[in-house]
């Protein structure tokens, strides 16, 4: 079946750079997400990617896919503290936007100052 | 605009009541999920709809949960008898048809003595 693994905590110094790294499973994905989620709230959509791009960078967000290895990363250039939350990665299944994402656990991120 | 509203925020009740969690989408959007969030499994989609109508219950747990959207501005997710493995937070999500990003609510903090 489908599944999205990611490791559970990542912790950087503030002003580093950050990478969190998700594996999935399902090689129809048409979109790959990354949604944030910050303490007492809901998840919000960070950025996305479609499956046919290699990499998309959206300010300090850079998100890399290499399809062969069904890997997503997203890179957090100079990491704030307000950028401490815990990180989901999504694919889209079935043709995606209309239904199912399959969510990973998430990522805590700890930004030390 | 108002986000996707939730209600209550917070429920705490004994185990064998019924419990009824509400959610408003915004205005506009036709698509609408449930999810229940744990430490242990992680966020996991209970189930969504199509302009109102049930597309997939296959997440939900067992037949203690239901769930109906009445007309496009409401839904109700209610488990009757609760468990205490019930607890978790429950958060509705909305969005347009065939859009890849979903509007998260603020969640329900759900705790079953």
């Known amino acids: 079946g489908e599944d999205v693994e990611q490791s559970l905590f990542l912790s950087v110094r503030e002003g580093d750079s950050s990478v969190i790294n998700c594996t999935y499973t399902?090689?129809?994905?048409?979109?790959l997400y990354w949604y944030k989620q910050e303490p007492g709230a809901g998840l919000q959509l960070l950025t996305y990617?479609?499956?046919?791009?290699d990499m998309k960078q959206d300010q300090r967000l850079t998100v890399l896919l290499n399809k062969k290895d069904k890997h997503l990363s997203l890179r957090i250039a100079d990491t704030q503290t307000g950028d401490s939350a815990i990180y989901f990665c999504?694919?889209?299944?079935?043709?995606?936007?209309?239904?199912?994402?399959?969510f990973g656990k998430g990522t805590k991120l700890s930004v030390k100052p | 605009d108002a986000g996707v509203i939730q209600s209550p925020r917070h429920e705490v009740t004994e185990m064998g009541q019924e419990v009824t969690l509400r959610c408003k989408p915004i205005?506009?959007?036709?698509?609408l999920f449930w999810y229940r969030q744990t430490m242990m499994r992680g966020l996991e989609l209970l189930i969504y709809?199509?302009?109102?109508?049930?597309?997939?219950d296959s997440g939900m747990p067992e037949d203690r949960f239901s769930a109906k959207m009445p007309n496009a501005s409401f839904s109700t997710l209610k488990i009757q008898p609760s468990e205490p493995r019930d607890s978790a937070v429950y958060f509705c999500?909305?969005?347009?048809?065939?859009?890849?990003?979903?509007?998260f609510g603020p969640g329900t903090r759900l705790t079953v003595t």
């Open positions: 999500a909305s969005s347009l048809l065939r859009s890849f990003e979903q509007y």
């Open positions: 399902d090689s129809s994905s048409t979109y």
């Open positions: 990617i479609f499956s046919n791009m």
């Open positions: 999504a694919e889209s299944i079935r043709g995606g936007s209309q239904g199912n994402l399959i």
């Open positions: 205005s506009g959007h036709n698509s």
């Open positions: 709809f199509n302009n109102n109508v049930p597309i997939d």
